[in-house]
């Protein structure tokens, strides 16, 4: 019989990684930093800067659903690169696609509401996002293969339904998804569609 000080018969420690292309639902935690700069509008410390001086939001993801439920991940969303405009560019793209995802939005559709719920207030806005998304892997620090989410799946994805199961509806979020989309999310989907569009800032964060 197994004791509190004996682990000679305990389960080792090792998983497979979930395959590479899995389609998973899943809620993302961004894990404050402490960086800030004025400038560029990041405050509250939720940016962090690495020792090579980039900047980025360290994201953790869990699997909501599925085989894989309670899973976590782990990837960087870039905001700045001494090397140039790529890392910040992919970081901004899988904010819009997360975004996207999230609240069900097109990625073509430009109307007054899609535009609103692409704009956030805070980093801290998407602390909790709930979106669709495709594993990958890639090397970490000791060459190792590790499982990653670097890209939203969004709804033009034919298993995007399947994925995201109760999918939000951007012209009036209602009580059954705004548990899976932050609170700003929530409020932009539901601004009047004859809203004009919105540049920066949309009405709710203003």
């Known amino acids: 019989m197994s004791t509190w000080n004996n682990f000679n018969d305990a389960e080792n420690p090792a998983f497979a990684l979930i395959p590479k292309g899995t389609l998973v639902k899943v809620r993302m935690t961004i894990r404050p930093g402490g960086y800030n700069d004025a400038n560029q509008g990041w405050l509250h410390g939720w940016a962090t800067r690495g020792d090579s001086g980039s900047v980025y939001l360290n994201g953790e993801f869990v699997v909501m659903e599925g085989k894989y439920a309670k899973r976590k991940l782990w990837s960087n969303i870039g905001l700045y690169s001494a090397k140039g405009p790529t890392w910040s ?93 932050p609170a700003h999310v929530a409020h932009a989907a539901q601004t009047p569609a004859a809203a004009p569009p919105v540049a920066g800032r949309p009405a709710w964060a203003q």
């Not at 995802?101 to 073509?108: I, R, T």
């Not at 609103?116 to 890639?138: H, K, N, P, Y």
């Open 89 to 181: 560019q992919m970081g901004r793209s899988f904010i819009k696609g997360a975004l996207n995802s999230a609240l069900g939005l097109h990625p073509d559709d430009m109307g007054a509401t899609a535009q609103a719920g692409r704009c956030i207030a805070s980093f801290g806005d998407l602390d909790g996002l709930t979106f669709a998304a495709q594993v990958d892997w890639e090397k970490d620090g000791y060459g190792q293969d590790k499982a990653v989410i670097k890209m939203p799946i969004m709804p033009d994805h034919p298993q995007y339904k399947e994925v995201m199961g109760a999918v939000p509806v951007a012209a009036g979020v209602g009580a059954a998804h705004t548990a899976a989309v």
